[in-house]
Nanobody, 122 residues
Framework: QVQLVDSGGGLVQAGDSLRLSCVASGRTFSSYHMGWFRQAPGKERELVATIHWSGSTYYADSVKGRFTISRDNAKNTVHLEMNSLKPEDTAVYYC????????????????WGQGTQVTVSS
């Protein structure tokens, strides 16, 4: 069992930066494929970025070059550094975990965080 606690969201202006954090419970964090999803009002939840336990990363085209995902296995933490934020990045962001040996996009999530709101004003 893994519990994920998301934090770091807020209200910012276009062009600003935010850093989201996800702290995981459990002793097997280092074996999990971790990621961030987001869901805007009236839209489906979409994958933003992932980081495999091997260190391999994946980004959605919409955030490539602006967002950076990282993990600290010693602290059971995953971060999402978001730069050059745009109004279309406004959404609830969810941390996600999947126990798999396959890197790349996460197609099925085993555990979800509670979500943190990111609002970008124009």
């Amino acid at each position: 069992q893994v519990q994920l606690v998301d934090s770091g969201g807020g209200l910012v202006q276009a062009g600003d930066s935010l850093r989201l954090s996800c702290v995981a419970s459990g002793r097997t964090f280092s074996s999990y494929h971790m990621g961030w999803f987001r869901q805007a009002p009236g839209k489906e939840r979409e994958l933003v970025a992932t980081i495999h336990w091997s260190g391999s990363t994946y980004y959605a085209d919409s955030v490539k070059g602006r967002f950076t995902i990282s993990r600290d296995n010693a602290k059971n933490t995953v971060h999402l550094e978001m730069n050059s934020l745009k109004p279309e990045d406004t959404a609830v962001y969810y941390c996600a975990a999947r126990r798999t040996v396959i890197a790349g996009p996460i197609l099925k999530v085993d555990y979800w965080g509670q979500g943190t709101q990111v609002t970008v004003s124009s």
